[in-house]
């Protein structure tokens, strides 16, 4: 199985950029779906983006569309989330996700994999 490991996250303005990184070990990431999701406390976690395990498919939360990238390095073993023009709404633990599946998900539920999250924090 794999096991992930999120960085990247910090404090910032809003309108400045970050990268997050997920680190992956243990197993193929190449085999591997990816997805992004973000909790605030009292609330669930939410869907932020999703790509294939080639990197060509992707999707996005409708909220980050547009300011937010996801890529895959697959000979690096990392996923990324590039987060631009950051809002003090995007606010909250990012997590990496991944199933072992051939169908990229937007589903909480479909993931077997998380990370430990990186925690961003916009102010304005």
């Known amino acids: 199985q794999v096991q992930l490991v999120e960085s990247g996250g910090g404090s910032v303005q809003a309108g400045d950029s970050l990268r997050l990184s997920c680190a992956a070990s243990?197993?193929?990431?190449?085999?591997?779906?990816m997805g992004w999701f973000r909790q605030v406390p009292g609330n669930g976690r939410e869907f932020v983006a999703a790509?294939?395990?080639?990197?060509?498919?992707?999707y996005y939360a409708d909220s980050v569309k547009g300011r937010f990238t996801i890529s895959r390095d697959n000979a690096k073993n990392t996923g990324y989330l590039q987060m631009n023009s950051l809002k003090p709404e995007d606010t909250a633990a990012y997590y990496c996700?991944?199933?072992?599946?051939?169908?990229?998900?937007?589903?909480?539920?479909?993931?077997?994999?998380w990370g430990q999250g990186t925690q961003v924090t916009v102010s304005s």
């Open positions: 243990g197993s193929t990431f190449s085999h591997y779906t």
């Open positions: 790509i294939s395990r080639s990197g060509g498919t992707t």
């Open positions: 996700a991944a199933r072992n599946k051939p169908v990229t998900t937007m589903s909480r539920a479909e993931y077997d994999y």
